[in-house]
């Protein structure tokens, strides 16, 4: 009882970095991740900007991006990490690698939920005189809305992932405190406590978001 007591604020202080880490990288990852979706949806053959060849482009950066494993890409943008924080420790300079991971596999996320809209009603739009961008930002973004808040959901459970993995090396938060108070102490009480709080959040973070998504569907 007194191990925990210890214990307990330390979790409660990985607990506040792992929601930080993921705040911010979640809203980063939105902020790029969107309008690269929106891009790869207008740029493709037959849509409503078509540009073959910087739709490929995109393309192979957004599976390029989207194949590596995320420790393998940990490795790889330390440098980028450091030359914009200043460092490559901490949950700070997690929030780098984390943004990079999650705007491919968001881009792609969004590319399905537009390509979901039904074709007419963008045409429909285009018979009234609506500009391309009015089209965007009339017709297939609020139609796609409620997938679209699926799909950030989706990332926000995948970047919480993601973090947990950053901790073993050195990233902060709920995973570099299950390593360094779990693993490496042979204490398999913390680290199956901090695995059932990494399960609570995912729950209640997932609920939220298809509550959302649903309500938006039915609105």
């Known amino acids: 009882m007194n191990d925990w007591s210890r214990i307990a604020p330390q979790l409660v202080d990985a607990t506040g970095e792992t929601l930080y880490m993921v705040g911010v990288a979640t809203a980063l990852t939105v902020l790029l991740g969107v309008p690269l979706g929106v891009l790869l949806t207008i740029t493709a053959p037959g849509a409503l900007a078509p540009h073959p060849l910087l739709n490929r482009v995109l393309g192979l950066v957004v599976n390029l991006g989207r194949s590596l494993p995320f420790i393998i890409l940990l490795v790889l943008v330390a440098p980028v990490t450091r030359g914009i924080v200043g460092t490559t420790i901490g949950s700070t300079a997690t929030i780098v690698p984390l943004t990079i991971g999650a705007v491919p596999f968001l881009a792609r996320l969004v590319e399905t939920s537009l390509r979901e809209v ?71 009480d913390i ?25 938006l569907a039915t609105s």
């Open 118 to 188: 039904a074709h007419g009603k963008v045409e429909a739009t285009l018979a009234m005189g609506a500009r391309r961008r009015d089209v965007v930002r009339t017709v297939l973004l609020p139609e796609a809305l409620p997938s679209l808040v699926a799909g950030v959901t989706v990332t926000v459970v995948a970047l919480i992932s993601y973090s947990a993995m950053a901790g073993a090396i050195g990233g902060g938060g709920l995973g570099d405190f299950a390593i360094r108070y779990g693993y490496q102490q042979f204490r398999t």
């Open 191 to 215: 680290t199956l406590a901090t695995v059932v709080l990494l399960l609570v959040v995912v729950q209640l973070l997932q609920w939220a978001g298809d509550r959302w998504a649903r309500r």
